[in-house]
């Protein structure tokens, strides 16, 4: 038989637009008039990306990784794997990881070990989502949109199977057969 999802709305389009844009103005206040490199993690982060640069002025560069920790499923496998690597050298460069969602917290600690390597002048992230109660690496995150329960979201760049990315809020999604 096949299996019923759902979607149970957890962020709506005017809290995810609102929270973005008091998100760049810290991001702003502390970098101040200094350029800032943004280094998106692919893929679901580009949504996130988009209306977060549209908060800058012209000292804003772009950047991405692909990095990926799941298969298709719903549990962080914890193998960390980069397939697309930066193009930018970030020697000496103000840079900020831009990210969907912390859950495990590998895929970040991995992230900002290796670029830390590549002697940036300074390293942050900011990252819309995060689920404190799945944390099982330390991940240093300086900016945080909004912290959420432990359970599978998708929509707004967030995906399950590469579906869902294009709702324009957040949705918790249940009826998932393991
Ligand atoms: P981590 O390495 O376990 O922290 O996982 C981070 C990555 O897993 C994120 O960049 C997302 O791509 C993906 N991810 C984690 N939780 C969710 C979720 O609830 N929905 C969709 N993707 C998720
Ligand atoms: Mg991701």
Redesign the pocket.
């Known amino acids: 038989m096949a299996s019923s999802t759902l979607l149970e709305p957890l962020l709506t389009t005017d809290q995810i637009q609102s929270r973005t844009r008091e998100l760049a103005r810290e991001i702003a206040r502390d970098f101040g008039s200094e350029p800032i490199l943004m280094v998106a993690?692919l893929k679901?982060s580009f949504l996130f990306l988009a209306d977060l640069i549209r908060e800058f002025g012209d000292n804003v560069m772009v950047d991405f990784v692909m990095i990926s920790?799941?298969g298709d499923g719903t549990e962080?496998s914890g193998n960390v794997q980069i397939r697309k690597d930066l193009d930018i050298n970030i020697e000496g460069k103000n840079v900020l990881i831009v990210?969907?969602?912390?859950?495990?917290?590998?895929?970040?600690s991995h992230l900002c070990e290796l670029l830390q390597t590549r002697r940036p002048k300074a390293l942050k992230v900011v990252a819309l989502l995060s689920?404190p109660m799945a944390r099982k690496q330390h991940?240093p995150l300086d900016y945080v949109g909004f912290e959420i329960p432990n359970e599978?979201?998708?929509g707004y760049g967030?995906?399950?199977a590469e579906r869902y990315r294009n709702l324009p809020y957040i949705a918790i999604l249940s009826g998932l057969t393991p």
Do not use: N, P, Q
């Open positions: 993690i679901g920790s799941y962080s990210e969907d969602i912390v859950d495990t917290g590998a895929t970040l689920k991940a599978f979201v998708v967030l995906d399950h």
